[in-house]
């Protein structure tokens, strides 16, 4: 894994919340996705059943009963995680999307 890039703390992600329901897409097909595991306004780590390749682009659609929000970025690293037999992938989210990702931030931490 590569080193600790982000200037801003990350929130872990427990059971308690998020409540709504989130999509990982890869040019238009859904992803394996088995969690989200920490978020920044910036970026975000993720737990997924496939190994994503650096610089690939991908979308996280979010839902709950209050709002559908879509975030994209780019995959930065993805490492295989020998503990679930899964694979752990950070994204940077996209730069020119701040209102998006902020409110993607707030309603997955809320």
Not at 14 to 27: D, K, T
């Amino acid at each position: 894994m590569e080193n600790e890039r982000r200037r801003l703390a990350r929130i872990s992600i427990s059971s308690e919340y998020p409540q709504g329901q989130f999509c990982l897409y890869i040019n238009g097909q859904p992803v394996g996705l088995r969690a989200l595991r920490d978020v920044s306004p910036f970026g975000l780590s993720l737990l997924l059943e496939l190994q994503l390749t650096k610089d690939s682009e991908v979308t996280l659609h979010y839902s709950d009963e209050e709002a559908e929000l879509v975030v994209s970025g780019t995959v930065t690293w993805c490492v295989a995680d020998d503990i679930s037999g899964c694979f752990r992938a950070g994204v940077l989210l996209n730069e020119g999307a701040v209102s998006d990702n902020t409110a993607f931030f707030k309603a997955v931490t809320a």
